[in-house]
């Protein structure tokens, strides 16, 4: 089992960029698709972006794509959402996730099995 630890969230303006980390433990990291999920208060929680786990495919939801990207990093067991023209409707707080074995990062909440603490970001107009 994948466990995760996020950070990089904070308050910043509209227009900045933040780059969220998620740690992983596990030796197994390497062999799940992971994703990045948000939650805005009184909303569901929603898809970001996902990564299969041999990182060739990308898959993110369409109101970030152009600025938002994911990317992992298998030698720190870590992955990332570098978020680039913040919106103040991109204030969430944003999970990290991990998907299945040999998985390719769908959209698919039910596709990703643990979830890490959460980070907060908030964007002021």
């Known amino acids: 089992q994948v466990q995760m630890v996020e950070s990089g969230g904070g308050l910043v303006q509209a227009g900045a960029s933040l780059r969220l980390s998620c740690a992983a433990s596990g030796r197994t990291f390497r062999s799940y698709s992971m994703g990045w999920f948000r939650q805005a208060p009184g909303k569901e929680r929603e898809f970001v972006a996902g990564?299969?786990?041999?990182?060739?495919?990308?898959n993110c939801e369409d109101s970030v794509k152009g600025r938002f990207t994911i990317s992992r990093d298998d030698a720190k067991n870590t992955v990332y959402l570098e978020m680039n023209s913040l919106r103040p409707e991109d204030a969430a707080v944003y999970y990290c996730a991990a998907g299945i074995r040999y998985g390719e990062g769908s959209s698919l909440t039910n596709e990703y099995q643990s979830w890490g603490q959460g980070t907060q970001v908030t964007v002021s107009s």
């Open positions: 990564i299969s786990w041999n990182g060739r495919y990308r």
